[in-house]
């Protein structure tokens, strides 16, 4: 009999390939699929956004950051993604429970939905990650203006990416639906071309 088990496969899983691509020499770019990720939309009730900042402080020592702003701390991060809405990624420890634990810590305060399954995440970093992102992106990514801790829900050529940064290497973290995930990877490979990249 045939074996008809599913085993699961990532977003990008069939589109990234391994190695140093584009211009040679050093590469001034490195992507990689981010995999081992829990992510989920948290979005507060009417009426109740200052309560379940307490209740987030409390339960995962993060203050929710503000518009525009992500904040992270033991392996969880919260991104603002719109009023009273944030995307909340989970890793290493954190990935295997954290969406049970914004469950038990918001319940009657906000909505969680899991979006582990429901988006693509990809890393982009290198010394030349900024301008190739500055190709694409309508926001002003010069460090004055984005840094550490920024983020935005941005039109990126032809669909809406969320992106924030996570150190000054610079590193910046992107997500779009799954549908949307080959074409958020085919605009980042051909911004950073002219760089040459690294895919890990």
């Known amino acids: 009999m045939a074996d008809l088990s599913l085993s699961p496969r990532s977003a990008l899983a069939p589109f990234l390939h391994a190695g140093h691509h584009g211009a040679e020499g050093k590469a001034g770019v490195t992507l990689r699929e981010v995999t081992a990720c829990a992510l989920a939309e948290l979005t507060a009730f009417k009426g109740q956004k200052e309560a379940l900042a307490t209740v987030i402080v409390t339960s995962f020592g993060i203050a929710l950051p503000a ?38 810590a918001t319940a009657s305060l906000a909505a969680v939905v899991d979006q582990s399954d429901a988006r693509a995440l990809v890393e982009i970093s290198g010394d030349k990650a900024r301008a190739a992102l500055a190709k694409g992106v309508m926001i002003d990514l010069d460090p004055s203006a984005f840094k550490l801790g920024s983020a935005a829900t941005s039109f990126a050529v032809q669909f809406w990416i969320t992106l924030w940064q996570t150190n000054d290497a610079p590193t910046y973290r992107l997500t779009v639906f799954r549908s949307m995930g080959r074409d958020l990877l085919h605009w980042l490979e051909s911004s950073a071309a002219e760089y040459g990249y690294q895919v890990r």
């Open 67 to 104: 518009a525009n702003k992500s904040a992270s701390k033991d392996g969880v991060t919260f991104v603002s993604v719109g009023p009273g809405k944030w995307l909340v990624t989970g890793e290493g420890a954190a990935e295997h429970d954290l969406i049970a634990r914004l469950e038990k």
